[in-house]
């Protein structure tokens, strides 16, 4: 959706590197949402947001951090403790928690130098 | 917790025909239904959605039904064209996860010419 941007569509990550990946949203969603989709799999839960300063880890938030210090934007980092980063990375929003459609970003691919 | 069990994982059919994927559940009190369709490399998009107070909502080509006693929702692709072929998600609302969305494994669609 041209309400969401990720950046940068591309990210290579060194070894023992963290990295942050963005995700804004002038859709004026109270709800945000990070998933991890690797390669002809579905779309896995890494932490996700309901509030500005409020955030909830999702089934694999493991080696993840965020933040949501604005509405607006909700960025992820991987950390080096997240030994497997390689996927496609993909940000959403929604109107409110739950029940509501998301919309997506068009996603950062992010691989391992 | 609830798992959204989807099928078929691939589907090929002839363009023209008609294509069903159907998704189970367990959890009774699941009352949002979404559909997205992923093309290769790209953002999940919504394309249909249900509630649980309907049986059934169309779009044009595209339809819904849901099942609530038997706890599965189908998705209906009628005169299924070239620009069908993609990667098709079922999701669910669900109570107990916070009304979080649960995803299916997802559905490769193949229209062959």
């Known amino acids: 959706d041209g309400g969401i941007t990720q950046s940068p569509k591309y990210l290579f990550r060194k070894e023992g590197q963290n990295v942050t990946l963005s995700c804004e949203q002038n859709?004026?969603?109270?709800?945000m949402y990070w998933y991890r989709q690797d390669p002809g799999q579905g779309l896995r839960l890494i932490y996700y947001s309901q509030i500005v300063n409020d955030f909830q880890k999702g089934d694999i938030a493991e080696g993840y951090s965020v933040s949501r210090e604005k509405k607006e934007s909700f960025p992820l980092t991987v950390t080096s403790a997240q030994k497997n980063p390689t996927a496609f990375y993909l940000c959403?929003?929604?109107?409110?928690?739950?029940?509501?459609?998301?919309?997506f970003g068009d996603g950062t691919r992010l691989s391992i130098l | 917790g609830e798992n959204v069990e989807q099928h078929p994982s691939t589907l090929s059919v002839q363009e023209g025909d008609s294509a069903v994927i159907k998704c189970t559940y367990s959890?009774?009190?699941?009352?949002?239904f979404p559909w997205y369709k992923q093309e290769l490399g790209k953002r999940p998009q919504l394309i249909i959605d249900?509630?649980?107070n309907v049986g059934e909502k169309k779009d044009q080509r595209i339809a819904v039904t849901l099942n609530k006693t038997a706890k599965h929702f189908s998705l209906h692709i009628t005169e299924t064209q070239p620009e069908d072929s993609a990667v098709y998600f079922c999701a669910l609302s669900v109570r107990d996860s916070n009304y979080q969305l649960i995803w299916g494994a997802g559905t490769k669609l193949i229209i062959k010419p």
């Open positions: 249900i509630r649980s």
């Open positions: 859709l004026n969603h109270d709800a």
């Open positions: 959403a929003s929604s109107i409110h928690r739950g029940n509501q459609p998301q919309h």
């Open positions: 959890d009774s009190a699941s009352n949002y």
